[in-house]
């Protein structure tokens, strides 16, 4: 909001002098509008209805005439079309009205460079199919607005269907064009919208000069001079067609890079027609960072800015050139299989793929396009098979770069990341780094320097939505205290005092506007001791209650995300929000899925069924995936989260509410919402696209202060990525490793953890790595500092010091026996526990004969955890999460019994996670923290630890056997997904995160199946798996994704111009000829019948439901027919065969 | 006058149907009043021209509802003058424009107050190019209208006046209540101020695309001339009424925006006896064409 209110903006904007008020006017009526619009109880005044429409004058004049500068026309249309937003928001006198002013806040907001906000204003008009005959006018109005949107599937269904209303017109009225007749400047509209989109999506020069005529001949038409709204329609979509002409995805692509690059754009779900003001500044640039020259870049775009699609659109570039596959490197599994998927969405157009590189300790998959993996598994893969991922994958994009600077993870983002820019510097490999809040760029550009030219680095600001940011806080209400005098038990005196809820709203740097609830929100119980009033914990209404009605204010205009710090302050806050709503039956899906799995009882189910989530870790990954699932599609309204959600995920939301930023840990104020998470959960206020502003609001629990309005600043130091090597924790162990090995070269295999362990352990990844890509002459001591980030930013001393450790840690690499040295480096583990699994491996190795089924997963797994052994492989990085307590306030060191192999085997055969919590941790009597323990375990331990030693022990241990006599090869997979049979292994690989369901499936197969488990499940469908597997929402589509079938390159052939047949499960009494695609109201996912008569025929299989489905969401016009022998024969009805539409030449 | 049955439309019946419409300021009295603070128009219609202003007043609605393209006007005119009834699909067509929200059909027909308003815009429309104010020619008049039933803004003239171009803003209104005319004016006024911009903004994209470079440009420069109240600019208010009490219903017009020269500030008043009445037979006159 401050941005949309800048003062010397909004004076640029007005210009001088004249009837409308002051720009200090402006500013203040503006935040008054704002604000009232939230309360609900917003309306615009006709003047400062009148100064919008000024200002979109000025704004939309054609820029030949020179009539005003540039740069105030951008501010005049963007003050312009916030103004209009604000009295679309607080509604129009009438539905025309609102259809003409969208219309011209549309277009300011595109000319006003907020492209986003475009289409979020032409999602809130109501449904409308105007026909030319009734009022041609109208049909100007709706059919520009969708091209505004750039929404084609709805242009070219509306031109569809407008061309047989116009063949129709032609022939009543006996003219052979319509531009003799009245619709003569509808007509012409309607047929330039059609041609200007043809434009976008295919690139044809040719169409986009057409388009300009026919927009010039709408304008001044012979014989509907009458018709003014479409002749004003005309008159702006003329110069929107030269906009949009120079921000297609076509006008910048390099001669270097293929075509088709852009038709993964244009073509690919979402579609890209045209790009959004930092991509397009970011692609005009020279060099070009499409062109493969580039070959390091470092981008840096807010959230909400398009930084997904550019980094799309590279990576498409990058593979069409025939230059290699790209491998995506994101921080966490979920957002990673949400880039896998919308890649492979947007490749599939060209038959390519993307796909998650598997589980730890897995070979990389046979090179698909793109590879998505996290860190962990970049670091994994290079030091077990580095030559491999160099000679597949020639383009690294690192999304969430900043992540290099996190305590936790980023020393092996790190080390991974400075091995690949040193072994590829002399190489044609690309990086790409992606951040929302990188702030020393400069380090990070110095950091990937090829041949001393720093990384390409583009920075940009911008984003669509305004964002209004608020402090919440409690006024007690003094005047109104409550004086209770001692009463039985109660011997004290009490003070009830009436809490007033406060919101301060930002309207400009240095101004705030306050805002006070109407009645109060809470009360404060204060109680006389030791003559003092001290505050009441137990009686006071909680903070947190007092925030969930803040909430609710907030969920009036869309979806509400609140920041908790702890789990527990999560699920109090949902429960909260949750009390002061109706059921909401939206949610029925969700309600019934998560009593399911976690149990009735819950608290998780309570409150979904009011239309609120809880999300943090000790929830089950797939109900995680399900609550993530629902606020994105809409259908759930709130959500708490605490802030492992912030950066783990990418979904917007209308508002942020930011509760409590950190806990108490005995004396120690823990922080968990620093300026860079801080920063990225203000990034997620306002959903570019779907809405204009966002709302992000922080709460306080003491006096309103207005430099708390600093919070939301974070400066560039804050955000600073800061190598690990330079912390303080890591100069201390180095001082202490220094010691060390004064003492001692043995101190290089003595270190067990630690910064100083980790960088031995990097620079022995790096010495073997070197040696085998057969630069063994490299210097591996200076490579494996040299190329680090923390040689950016390190002094000269401390340099030093790490050379040292470097040079003796390469030293002692050099005089271990080739084949010990390359096992250890390749574990990624200290070089002690590397020790250790050695000697594991030996042991279980001496006892494998006594095993009879090698193959059996927990057999082996019992084998291995045996005499102990589970118990050693735990000490290696003695994870906390392994040692359950009995209470949340039970001493740190002490931990309950509990025989771990058998809750592993547990685990294993697929048991829920309810009933393993139930056999193994009934100490646990609190049952939400028994789940958030047991989560957490299988978070850290099952899903990532434990896989990661097991896939290096059982790989030892079956060096050198045959493939009969091996221990069960993918044990560690086994494990990592919870399975126990090959097939629920397959499918869990695959994509289904459900372990439920995948065990539900090997159980069924084990008795139907006769062919391989994808095939057997691809001749069901939605319905049937519905039916036999109660599958939820999201086990459906995963179900879809992994039994598509990819070989038949269903969307990419028919884009192509093919005649695709696909086959038709029959259902009724279909016949040859034409059919119609309609996806039933069922779901989701929607099963896609095919209709003839209005009647359903039959449904598409599984194994297309995919591609068809991302066939009819690219909104390219198909037609459809079913074949002699039943089958689907699909085909483009390609719009850029068509002649003149509306004109005499029309088909 | 008379015509016979000619069967299928064509251009002779539009000549002889336009050519038999009178100048509707040939047939009503005109009387121009010019202060300093403003100008404005009193035009009576006396009663033996009932008919023919009624007649005027049709074929000038038929004709800028069909932008004049011959294919409609010719078949409205043909079939006014007693032609062939309309196919059904092509009647439906015609009614989209004749038979609109603010005219309706006699199986449907729109309210009264919807045909009072939109025959006033046209009485405007037709004096304003016939230069009933004797301001001059107008080289461009656009509306009425944006909307049948919008409100306001319901058209533009630009004239060219000792070498440069200038425009007037002019808002229509009927009067049918026992209200004073005055303060019909004052509303209409009140209703430019609020609305003028969003009027000038679609008129002056519109013009910028005109092929005239002079135009173009001066359409580009209205907003920012309505907002400075420049020499250039201006605005009008009309109302056709059935009383006869119009002596001072400019009363206030000064008061209204900020021009500084009286032709900046034009009025027009034209009184028609039971101007309720009027409206229906220009709406009978439209409906015998559909």
């Known amino acids: 909001v401050e941005r949309a209110l800048n003062l010397e903006d909004l004076r640029m904007a007005l210009g001088d002098g004249g009837m409308f008020p002051s720009a200090e006017e402006l500013q203040h009526r503006l935040a008054q509008a704002e604000i009232a619009l939230f309360l609900q109880r917003g309306a615009i005044d006709d003047e400062l209805l009148a100064t919008a429409w000024y200002l979109h004058a000025v704004g939309s004049a054609r820029v030949a005439l020179a009539l005003y500068p540039v740069d105030r026309q951008r501010r005049a249309n963007q003050v312009a079309a916030h103004i209009f937003d604000l009295a679309l928001s607080a509604g129009m006198a009438s539905e025309l009205e609102q259809r003409e002013t969208t219309f011209a806040a549309q277009v300011s907001y595109l000319r006003g460079d907020l492209d986003p906000n475009a289409i979020a204003l032409y999602r809130r008009l109501p449904h409308f199919e105007p026909r030319l005959v009734d009022n041609p006018g109208n049909v100007s109005l709706d059919v520009g607005s969708s091209v505004l949107a750039l929404d084609r599937r709805r242009v070219f269904d509306r031109v569809d269907a407008l061309l047989d209303e116009a063949r129709e017109l032609r022939r009543i009225v006996g003219v052979g064009d319509l531009i003799e007749t009245p619709y003569g400047s509808a007509a012409r509209v309607v047929e330039g919208c059609n041609e200007l989109i043809v434009h976008l999506t295919y690139r044809r020069p040719e169409r986009l000069e057409r388009a300009r005529q026919l927009f010039d001949e709408g304008a001044n038409p012979p014989f509907a001079q009458a018709d003014l709204n479409s002749r004003w329609v005309a008159a702006h979509l003329r110069d929107i067609a030269d906009d949009l002409g120079t921000a297609s995805v076509w006008a910048h692509l390099p001669p270097t890079v293929p075509p088709a690059a852009g038709m993964a754009m244009t073509m690919g779900d979402p579609p890209v027609l045209a790009l959004w003001p930092p991509q397009l500044d970011l692609l005009k640039g020279t060099p070009n960072p499409l062109d493969p020259s580039v070959r390091r870049l470092v981008l840096s775009f807010p959230t909400s800015a398009g930084k997904t699609l550019i980094a799309q659109y590279i990576m498409s570039a990058h593979v069409v050139s025939g230059r290699g596959s790209a491998c995506v490197v994101v921080p966490t599994h979920s957002l990673g299989r949400e880039v896998q998927r919308d890649l492979d969405r947007r490749l599939a157009v060209l038959a390519r793929d993307a796909r998650d590189a598997g589980p730890l300790g897995v070979p990389l998959p046979d090179t698909p396009s793109v590879v998505v993996m996290t860190p962990e598994k970049l670091a994994a893969h290079l030091r077990t098979e ?224 009011k239309g609120v989530g809880f999300h943090h870790a000790a929830l089950p990954d797939d109900i995680q995936a399900e609550l993530e699932d629902g606020i994105r599609k809409g259908t759930l309204l709130y959500l708490v989260a605490t802030t492992t959600l912030v950066e783990g995920i990418n979904f917007p939301v209308r508002s942020v509410l930011v509760g409590e930023r950190g806990y108490n840990d005995g004396d120690e104020w823990v922080p968990t919402l620093d300026a860079r998470k801080l920063l990225n959960a203000m990034g997620r206020a306002g959903r570019a696209g779907r809405e204009t502003e966002g709302w992000i609001v922080l709460s306080f629990n003491r006096k309103f202060y207005p430099t708390d309005f600093g919070d939301f600043a974070a400066d560039e130091e804050e955000l600073s990525a800061r190598s690990r090597l330079g912390t303080e924790e890591a100069l201390e162990a180095l001082a202490a490793f220094e010691e060390l090995l004064r003492q001692s070269e043995d101190a290089i295999m003595g270190t067990y953890d630690g910064p100083a362990a980790d960088f031995i352990g990097h620079v022995w990844f790096v010495a073997n790595a070197l040696s085998e890509l057969g630069l063994a002459h490299w210097d591996p001591s200076r490579v494996s500092l040299e190329f680090t980030l923390a040689w ?322 690219i909104g390219i016009p198909l037609v459809v027919e079913l074949s002699q022998d039943m089958l689907l024969r699909i085909h483009i009805d390609d719009p850029t065969e068509r002649g003149a539409w509306f004109g005499g030449g029309a088909s | 006058v008379t015509i016979d049955d000619v069967g299928s439309p064509g251009h002779d019946v539009t000549t002889l149907v336009r050519s038999a419409a009178q100048p509707l300021s040939s047939l009503t009295v005109v009387e121009v009043h010019a202060a300093a603070t403003h100008h404005w128009a009193e035009v009576r219609l006396p009663a033996a021209n009932r008919a023919a202003a009624a007649y005027t007043v049709a074929v000038h609605i038929a004709w800028e509802r069909c932008s004049g393209a011959p294919h409609y006007f010719d078949a409205w005119a043909a079939r006014r003058e007693g032609g062939r009834p309309h196919e059904a699909d092509f ?200």
């Open chain 1, 386 to 609: 580095p030559e491999r991922v160099l000679r597949d994958y020639s383009l690294f994009v690192i999304d969430e770069a900043h992540l290099v600077g996190d305590t936790d993870r980023g020393w092996v983002l790190e080390s991974a990341l400075g091995f690949l820019h040193a072994a590829t510097s002399h190489l044609h490999h690309r990086i790409v780094l992606l951040s929302a809040a990188l702030g020393n760029r400069t380090h990070v550009a110095a950091w990937m320097s090829v041949n001393g030219t720093p990384a390409l680095s583009f920075h940009h600001e911008w984003r669509g939505p305004r964002r209004a940011h608020a402090l919440f806080r409690t006024d007690a209400d003094w005047d109104n205290t409550e004086i209770i005098e001692p009463r039985g038990r109660r011997t004290l005196y009490r003070k009830r005092v009436p809490l007033y809820g406060q919101i301060h709203v930002r309207t400009s740097p240095g101004q705030y506007e306050s805002l006070r609830t109407t009645g109060p929100v809470g009360t404060l119980v204060q109680v006389w001791r030791n003559g003092v009033w001290e505050k009441h914990p137990k009686e006071s209404d909680p903070a947190y209650a007092m925030r969930a009605r803040t909430a609710t204010v907030l969920g009036a205009h869309g979806s509400v995300l609140l920041i908790e710090a702890t789990k527990r302050q999560a699920q109090y806050t949902a429960a909260a929000v949750a009390a002061q709503l109706d059921d909401d039956p939206q949610c029925a899906a969700l309600v019934a899925l998560a009593a399911t799995r976690l149990g009735p009882a819950h608290p998780l189910v309570g409150v979904l069924r």
């Open chain 1, 792 to 1113: 950016q930013q390190l002094d000269e001393v401390t340099r030093v010091r790490w050379q040292w450790v470097a040079h003796w840690a390469a030293r002692r690499f050099a005089a271990t026996p080739p084949d010990t040295r390359r096992r250890w480096a390749r574990t990624g583990t200290s070089l002690p526990s590397a020790m250790l699994l050695e000697w594991l491996a030996q042991q279980v190795r001496a006892e494998l004969p006594l095993l009879e089924d090698r193959q059996d997963p927990v057999a082996s797994f019992r084998l291995i955890a045996a005499r102990g052994r589970l118990a050693q492989l735990l000490s290696i990085d003695k994870p906390r999460a392994a040692l359950f307590r009995s209470r949340r306030n039970a001493p740190r060191t002490e931990s309950i019994a509990l025989d771990l192999e058998v809750l592993i085997v547990d685990w294993l055969r697929g048991r829920e996670v309810g009933t393993i919590g139930e056999t193994h941790l009934a100490a646990v009597t609190e049952e939400t923290y028994r789940y958030e323990q047991l989560s957490e375990f299988i978070t850290k331990v099952l899903e990532h630890l434990l896989p990661w030693h097991l896939n290096t022990l059982v790989e030892w241990i079956n060096e050198g056997l045959g493939p009969d006599d091996q221990l069960c090869p993918e044990l560690s997979a086994y494990i990592r997904f919870g399975v126990d049979t090959p097939v629920a292994l397959e499918l869990a690989r695959a994509g289904v995160r459900s372990r439920r369901l995948v065990h539900v499936i090997a159980g069924v197969a084990a008795h139907a199946m006769t062919a391989s488990v994808r095939q057997w499940l691809s001749e069901g469908d939605v319905r049937s798996w519905r039916r036999d597997f109660e599958a939820s929402p999201t086990e459906l589509a995963d179900l879809l994704a992994v039994t598509r079938a990819r070989g038949a390159r269903v969307t990419s052939r028919v884009l192509a111009g093919e005649v695709v047949e696909v086959p038709l499960v029959i259902e009724g009494n279909p016949a040859a000829g034409v059919a119609e695609l309609r996806e039933l109201e069922e779901g989701p996912p929607a099963p896609i019948a095919a209709v003839q008569d209005g009647e359903v025929v039959g449904f598409v299989p599984s194994g297309y439901h995919d591609d068809v489905a991302l066939l009819r969401t």
């Open chain 2, 91 to 290: 009647l439906e067509c015609i009614e989209g424009f004749l038979g609109s929200e603010c005219v309706g059909t006699r199986d449907a027909p729109a309210p009264d107050e919807h045909i009072e308003g939109f025959v006033a815009e046209h009485i405007w429309h037709l004096l304003t190019l016939e230069n009933a104010l004797a301001f001059g020619i107008p080289i461009r008049v656009d509306g009425p209208d944006w909307s049948a039933t919008d409100s306001g803004g319901d058209g533009l003239a630009v004239y060219r006046t000792g070498g440069a171009l200038i425009f007037r803003l002019w808002e229509s209104k009927a009067h049918t209540g026992d209200n004073p005319v005055r303060d019909v004016v004052n509303g209409a006024c009140r209703q430019v101020t609020s609305r003028a911009l969003r009027y000038l903004a679609r008129f002056s994209k519109v013009g910028q695309t005109d092929t005239d470079p002079e135009v173009r440009h001066f359409y580009g420069r209205m907003p920012e001339m309505w907002k400075h109240a420049a020499r250039g600019a201006g605005g009008g208010v009309s109302v056709s009424t059935a009383s006869g009490e119009v002596t001072d219903c400019f009363g206030y017009y000064p008061s209204y925006w900020d021009f500084a020269h009286g032709d900046q500030r034009q009025g027009l008043v034209v009184t028609i006896v039971d101007y309720a009445e009027f409206a229906q037979a220009v709406r009978e006159e439209l409906w015998k064409g559909l």
